[in-house]
């Protein structure tokens, strides 16, 4: 089993920075890939960032270029969020597998999933 923890959300103007963080804990040595995803209210839920071990990445087309996933070796992995917009905002989930990462972003592929934080960009 692996335990996600998520944290660093909150609420920002378009434009600023966010920077959230999911702690890994349990059976993580052989978890492989993870990601980010959120979801608003009313809409379904969509795979923002994602990274394996290698540290290869992959973003939803309407992060790119704004945030950056990255991770670290005690098992904790980041979502700067840069250039905050207000259709940014939404539940953001940490997810994690132990198998491969897969493109596109898909959240059936992850089996362990964090509570989920809140992030709010206001206009």
């Known amino acids: 089993q692996v335990q996600l923890v998520e944290s660093g959300g909150g609420s920002v103007q378009a434009g600023g920075s966010l920077r959230l963080s999911c702690q890994a804990s349990?059976?993580?040595?052989?978890?492989?890939?993870m990601g980010w995803f959120r979801q608003a209210p009313g809409k379904e839920r969509e795979g923002v960032a994602q990274?394996?071990?290698?540290?290869?990445t992959r973003y939803a087309d309407s992060v790119e270029g704004r945030f950056t996933i990255s991770r670290d070796n005690a098992n904790t992995v980041y979502l700067q969020m840069n250039s905050a917009k207000p259709e940014d905002t939404g539940m953001y989930y940490c997810a994690a597998t132990l198998g491969f990462c897969y493109s596109p972003i898909r959240s059936g592929k992850f089996a362990y999933w964090g509570q989920g934080t809140q992030v709010t960009v206001s206009s």
């Open positions: 990274i394996d071990r290698l540290g290869v």
């Open positions: 349990g059976y993580t040595y052989s978890t492989n890939c």
